[in-house]
Structures are given as C-alpha cells and as structure tokens.
C-alpha cells in the first residue's frame, strides 16, 4: 500500500523554460548570427507559403470531397425512392435506417465501381478549373 502511494508522489513532472525564455530574450544566440537567422526564416516563411499555395490548385484537393458528395448522393437517392416506393407508409425516421442501410450494402457491395466514379466525377470537376491559353494548360 505505502509503495503505491509513494510512486505517485514521485511521478512529478519539471520543466525547464528557461531555454525558451532565453531564446525569445534574445540571450541564446548572439546579435550578428540571430539577425542573419531571423532574415532567413522571414524570408523562407513567405517563400514556403508561395510555394504551398501555387501549387494547390494542380491536386485541387476539393475536388475529391465533392465528387465523392455528388456520387454518394446520387446513389442514395435512387435507393430512397426505391424505398419510398416499396414503403410509403413507413415513418421517415424508420424510412431513413432503411435508407441507410441499404445504401451501406451497396456501398461495400460496388466499392470498385464507386472509386471508379469518383475518380471520373473528381477528373470533371478538375476540368472546370482547367483553362489553356498559348499551347499551355492552366490550372
């Protein structure tokens, strides 16, 4: 009992910030090479970000996240009429579990075909974007 009790009181944790402290004083590195240090990293932080944003649009990340809205949507829409057509009387919250689940079923009875959907609705959305002008392709 006393041995667990004692354990607990030295699992204490220290830090020293003082490092830290001294880093942003100015105390860490001399004048000369904290200046060159800090002219590098403000110019290579504008530097990063160019390059981040200007290369964005050539994946157009987005693009994805909506092709796969647009697929699933699609899908689950044909099975929600099937099902209102086969259950017109069911409640809507009941009608939405059936919905559900089904469209769970297709989903990982067709996983292939909704790749391949996706992909191609994705590839027309990145098509939107695309514009060419002297010979080029422009994203």
């Known amino acids: 009992m006393e041995d667990k009790k004692h354990d607990s009181e030295d699992n204490e944790i220290s ?4 490092k830290i402290r001294n ?12 200046k060159i240090i800090m002219t590098i990293l403000l110019i290579l932080i504008p530097v990063i970000l160019t390059i981040y944003i200007r290369t964005l649009p050539q994946y157009l990340p987005a693009t994805e996240i909506w092709a796969e809205n647009s697929v699933y949507n699609y899908y689950r829409n044909i099975i929600a009429q099937q099902v209102n057509n086969q259950y017109p009387n069911l409640p809507q919250a009941q009608r939405d579990i059936l919905i559900n689940q089904q469209f769970e079923q297709f989903k990982a009875a067709n996983k292939a075909d909704l790749d391949a959907s996706i992909k191609q609705t ?6 939107g974007f695309r514009y060419t002008e002297n010979g080029k392709e422009w994203t």
């Open 15 to 18: 830090f020293d910030f003082s």
């Open 122 to 127: 994705s590839d027309y959305f990145k098509t």
């Open 23 to 34: 880093f942003f004083k100015g105390n860490l590195l001399s004048g000369k090479t904290a």
